[in-house]
């Protein structure tokens, strides 16, 4: 079983620019919090400060980046979407 960090428990906030996504890549706040709950993985992200979790949504892999603010001890979740077969979608 995976170790998560503290922040993995900490209170969600949703960006305006993961909003937007979740509008065109039609999935709702609901869908986006199973997903976090199914999470199998996570590792750093090329932006610093941020982390990329590693999901499924109805059979296919899916990435959240996430953002971690220790002094307001909440996780910013920055974007989400569908990993293709040829590569991901930002």
Do not use: C, N
């Amino acid at each position: 079983m995976m170790e998560w960090p503290v922040w993995w428990a900490w209170e969600l906030e949703l960006s305006p620019h993961l909003l937007k996504r979740m509008t065109d890549r039609r999935f709702s706040e609901a869908e986006l919090r199973l997903m976090l709950e199914d999470a199998s993985a996570y590792h750093k992200d090329y932006e610093p400060g941020r982390w990329v979790v590693e999901t499924r949504r109805a059979g296919q892999a899916w990435e959240i980046i996430v953002e971690p603010v220790p002094p307001e001890q909440v996780l910013v979740v920055v974007t989400a979407y569908p990993v293709l077969q040829s590569g991901v979608t930002r």
